[in-house]
């Protein structure tokens, strides 16, 4: 491991601009043919070269090139404003050196980060990642020029790095080439499935290019994710210290800070119009401080992207944790809560996880209900986007009665019984379950052995798979009215 490490940060040195003294312009890996520009925006193209060096930066779309000269480090940037959903286009790039880009469309570009969930690809890699529902139907079918993928290494830093690099192979996953691929079955088998089925259904849906990075890692914590300013803000010790006195490794994933810093931090001058992140399984253990931890990391991400990028992220499923206490029903409810940051929204897969296997394979349903949020919010499409989410509840004459948003044309059950999972307590504290009914736009919950409800709960356990949804399908979220 140490040689590893030792001849992997040779390999950083040589790639990295602030080390060394570059004769030729050149562009960071993100940035390359192939690729998806935002459009309709003004959008960055940046790189280094020598200090003091003449760049001059021209799209086949623009009538003359725009100029700039590289500053005392090396580095340069320029802005492009592109037009509407086109491609394919060009852009040549010239110093002492000429670079050409071809095969660039213009149309939507999204970020896909998180641990496992996000990292999974359609095709089974390991016992870990064993494939998604129907993966070999689904990579058959993947050809669509218009969607380009991008697979950023997996690269653990103690410094916030400019490049993003191939990295280390984990879980199965094999090293990804850091460059624009068009979507093919060769090419998307081994992609984050999550963000495939996200990017497939806009494409779908707009009938524009898609551009997908998928920047994610199995096993990981949103501490990881988060920049050391933004663990600083949140007052966390602990993660502080591990950030800053863990040694520089790259496979170092669970470190706080270290994400960020090799695989985040390096796409921040792409314009983006939005994220989509699915985490949470990695800090069940630490649910109370989630919600706080979790709404600074994407207030962190805006400030380093400069943008009030929207951030749509998937809540975990039920699953049989081994000594938990439903912790991660307290993990569901932090998430639940982020939606008070403002251009997020959550997508509920209490309906579609699998008790043993913390890697659901239905990634294709959480793609589309990704997709709702930003055909919704950033598209103007007219649909129902989100299931249930609770309102309000009142007590009286033996019962509770529940209020909700999103409930479209009605609340409903997925299965045709009772709304399931509901439980009450009175002021000793302790739950029963309960019955439910559906009344118009409200739950009604009673129970035998509560007398005078103070409190309910709805599906708030680890194993809950709950069955409330509304008209269009959506389930609706755990939550509870307590704070006990």
Known sequence: MIRFATYFRLAVFLLFPSSWAWADVRLPNILGSGMVLQRDSEVRIWGWADAGEPVAVRGDWNDAPVRTVTKPDGSWQVRLRTGPASGPHSIRITGHNQLTLDDVLFGEVWLASGQSNMEMPLCPVSGAYTGTQDYEVEIQAAEHPEIRLFQVGNFASKTPQEDVVAGISVYGVPIPEQQWNPCTAQSVANFSATAYYFARQLHVELNVPIGIIDASWGGTPAE?????????????????????????????????????????????????????????????????????????????????????????????????????????????????????????????????????????????????????????????????????????????????????????????????????????????????????????????????????????????????????????????????????
């Not at 695989?263 to 990695?282: A, D």
């Not at 991660?328 to 579609?352: F, N, P």
């Not at 059950?413 to 709304?419: E, L």
Request: proline content about 5%.
């Open 224 to 484: 990881a994710w988060t920049p050391l300013e933004g663990l600083r803000k949140i007052g966390d010790a602990e993660a502080i210290a591990a950030a800053e006195q863990q040694p520089d490794e790259p496979d170092l994933q669970q470190c706080p800070t270290r994400l960020y810093n090799g695989m985040i931090h390096p796409l921040r001058q792409m314009t983006l119009r939005g994220v989509i992140w699915y985490q949470g399984e990695g800090n069940i253990r630490r649910a109370s401080r989630y919600r706080e931890l979790f709404s600074t990391m994407i207030t962190q991400w805006r400030k380093a992207f400069d943008a009030e990028i929207s951030f749509y992220f998937t809540q975990i499923s039920p699953f049989r944790y081994r000594d938990s206490t439903d912790a991660s029903a307290l993990l569901r409810e932090a998430q639940l809560q982020t939606l008070t940051v403002s251009r997020t929204g959550m997508v509920v897969t209490m309906d579609i996880g699998d008790l043993g296997d913390i890697h659901p394979k239905n990634k294709q349903e959480v793609g589309r209900r990704l997709a709702l949020w930003a055909l919704t919010q950033d598209y103007g499409r007219q649909l129902a986007y989100s299931g249930p989410l609770f309102k309000a509840a009142t007590f009286g004459n033996g019962r509770a009665t529940l209020s909700f948003d999103h409930v479209g044309g009605g609340l409903k059950t997925r299965d045709g019984q009772p709304p399931s999972h509901f439980q009450l307590a009175g002021e000793d504290r302790i739950f029963h379950d309960a019955t439910a009914v559906i009344v118009g736009d409200t739950v009604v919950v009673t129970s035998d052995e509560v007398a005078q409800p103070r409190a309910v709960r709805y599906g708030f356990t680890d194993t809950a798979e709950p069955n409330l949804t509304n008209d269009a399908g959506l389930p609706a979220s755990s939550f509870r009215s307590d704070d006990w």
